[in-house]
């Protein structure tokens, strides 16, 4: 048998239909048949939460970029690569453009090792060809000069 209780509103109520739309309370047997079910749609939509969260991140990061703030970018880049599971590829090369780029904030260093990272970790990465490139310029003109 189940209870029908009015949706509270305020912190933490979602809104399905409006403040005190009825919510349907189960006894613990059904609570209990319906926990895997659950579990198993709270884990999908953590991981379509976090794919949103790291492409919007990563959107930031490029506006960031585009803007000519590095600093920014990698600071969005720190928080992308403590929360996120998928796109790490881009961050990697974000990350590369992000110490490339002029500024305080530049690290050549850093950025070869960012693409590295990449060129190593994801070889059927997008881009790949283009860090392996960003590789080959580094060396070229900053660390292999003749």
Same mark, same amino acid.
């Given at each position: 048998?189940?209870?029908?209780?009015?949706?509270? +509103?305020?912190v933490?109520?979602?809104?399905?239909?409006g403040? =005190?739309a009825?919510?349907?309370?189960?006894?613990?047997?059904?609570?209990?048949?319906q =926990?895997?079910?659950?579990?198993?749609?709270?884990?999908?939509?953590?991981?379509?939460? =976090?794919?949103l969260?790291?492409?919007e991140?990563?959107?930031?990061?490029?506006?960031?970029l585009?803007?000519?703030?590095?600093?920014?970018?990698?600071?969005?880049?720190?928080?992308?690569?403590?929360? +996120?599971?998928?796109?790490?590829?881009?961050?990697?090369?974000?990350?590369?453009?992000?110490?490339e780029?002029? =500024?305080p904030?530049?690290?050549i260093?850093?950025a070869?090792?960012?693409?590295?990272t990449l060129?190593?970790?994801?070889?059927?990465s997008?881009?790949?060809?283009e860090?392996?490139e960003?590789?080959?310029?580094?060396?070229r003109?900053y660390?292999?000069i003749?």
């Amino acid at each position: 048998s189940s209870t029908t209780l009015p949706l509270a +509103s305020g912190v933490g109520a979602r809104p399905s239909s409006g403040a =005190g739309a009825p919510v349907e309370v189960q006894n613990s047997e059904q609570s209990s048949e319906q =926990g895997s079910e659950i579990t198993a749609v709270s884990a999908a939509s953590q991981e379509t939460a =976090g794919q949103l969260l790291s492409s919007e991140l990563l959107s930031q990061v490029q506006t960031a970029l585009n803007s000519g703030d590095a600093a920014k970018a990698l600071d969005l880049l720190d928080q992308f690569f403590r929360t +996120s599971v998928t796109d790490l590829d881009e961050g990697w090369f974000l990350r590369g453009l992000a110490y490339e780029s002029n =500024g305080p904030s530049r690290n050549i260093r850093r950025a070869l090792d960012a693409y590295q990272t990449l060129v190593d970790a994801f070889p059927s990465s997008p881009r790949w060809r283009e860090a392996r490139e960003r590789i080959t310029y580094i060396n070229r003109f900053y660390f292999n000069i003749r």
